[in-house]
């Protein structure tokens, strides 16, 4: 029960906090049902901040990255929750009242942004699918939520094995995305940022499919045949996956934290997936999360064009329509910048 009322505390303790503001023309509302930002914006005056403006004025996005509190992290507007507890900034200030990013961080946040994600979507899709709030933090964790107040009983909850978080989908208003020390400085960088990137657009992408607003042609499901069973290990056989236009699966994750386990196995899944209407995977989205993770040409070595023409056919239809559609450029986001 302790704990209960502790978070509880916690919540309405922050809550307070977060609707008061130093000064009242400071206090910034953002259009729609949303919460205010606390203490002005932008919250500096660098460069950095300049741009940060200039892509609230354009996208409605407000990239924050000072002052984030663990109410921020873990606002719950129905129930004082019962998952992992999320947390950031550095081991030794957990329990600090707020969170800043560290300052020589903030170039690889606001570029991530700006050249790989904002340049390659419309002003309506993104309209349509992000949070209003994104809070860059550094170390951005979970820790177990303990629910009961007995010390002789594990009353924990959400405890995760890998609790170091990439990308958080807050529940009302904010997300969160958090950057590895490897992801900014190592030779690794580019494909680790490219993990981000694709996992970051697949959500608001799947957040656009949840409203009923992410829209297929019809021209893209001609030719499928969802009925007959497929060969997925046989490339000579006339029923090989490839041949019928079935691309590869990908995990929603891209792998992020990783440098493998980016495609999901077919073995596991079977091909029950591929039906045109099932919420849980869907062939049109499957396409899409292959543009944007493979360039043209690493498409084509994966799926040759003389060896899997329908596959091809496909792709062009995807890439096209997203474009017209909705604004989503997969192609330059395969390759991490507008071309």
Same mark, same amino acid.
């Given at each position: 029960m302790r704990g209960i009322i502790k978070f509880t505390t916690i919540m309405l303790a922050g809550l307070a906090i977060f609707t008061a503001c130093r000064d009242s023309e400071e206090t910034i509302t953002p259009s729609g049902n949303y919460s205010p930002?606390?203490?002005?914006?932008?919250?500096?005056?660098?460069?950095?901040?300049?741009?940060?403006?200039?892509?609230?004025?354009?996208?409605?996005?407000?990239?924050?990255?000072k002052d984030v509190t663990e109410a921020d992290l873990n606002r719950e507007w129905v129930s004082t929750g019962t998952g992992p507890i999320y947390v950031a900034g550095p081991e030794e200030q957990r329990d600090a009242p707020a969170w800043n990013l560290p300052?020589?961080?903030?170039?690889?946040? $606001? +570029?991530?942004?700006? !050249?790989?994600?904002?340049?390659?979507?419309?002003?309506?899709?993104a309209n349509s699918t992000f949070p209003v709030k994104i809070y860059m933090i550094d170390n951005l964790r979970t820790e177990p939520r303990n629910l009961g107040d007995d010390d002789s009983v594990d009353n924990s909850v959400g405890t995760d094995t890998d609790p170091r978080i990439m990308l958080m989908k807050g529940t009302f208003d904010c997300w969160a995305i958090?950057?590895?020390?490897?992801?900014?400085?190592?030779?690794?960088?580019?494909?680790?940022?490219?993990?981000?990137?694709?996992?970051?657009?697949i959500e608001l992408i799947k957040n656009l499919d949840s409203k009923g607003e992410l829209l297929s042609p019809d021209e893209f499901w001609e030719g499928f045949n969802f009925k007959d069973t497929m060969d997925i290990k046989?490339?000579?056989a006339p029923n090989y996956k490839y041949?019928?236009?079935? $691309? +590869?699966?990908?995990? !929603?994750?891209?792998?992020?934290?990783?440098k493998k386990q980016v495609w999901v196995d077919y073995y596991f899944t079977g091909t029950s997936y591929w039906e045109k209407n099932?919420?849980?995977?869907?062939?049109?989205t499957t396409y899409i999360k292959n543009i944007m993770w493979l360039t043209p040409e690493?498409?084509?070595?994966?799926?040759?064009?003389a060896l899997y023409p329908m596959i091809?056919?496909?792709?062009?239809?995807?890439?096209?329509?997203?474009?017209k559609q909705h604004g989503v450029d997969l192609v330059n986001i395969s390759y991490g910048y507008k071309k």
């Open positions: 930002i606390r203490g002005g914006f932008p919250q500096g005056d660098s460069r950095y901040d300049s741009i940060i403006n200039e892509v609230k004025n354009e996208y409605g996005v407000y990239l924050l990255y300052e020589e961080q903030l170039p690889y946040y $606001v +570029d991530y942004f700006c !050249d790989g994600i904002f340049p390659n979507i419309g002003k309506e899709f958090s950057f590895t020390e490897e992801m900014m400085n190592s030779s690794n960088t580019d494909y680790a940022l490219k993990q981000q990137r694709c996992m970051l657009i046989n490339p000579s041949k019928l236009g079935f $691309v +590869d699966m990908i995990n !929603d994750n891209f792998g992020t934290g990783q099932n919420p849980n995977y869907n062939l049109y690493q498409f084509e070595e994966r799926y040759p064009q091809h056919q496909k792709r062009d239809i995807v890439v096209e329509f997203m474009k």
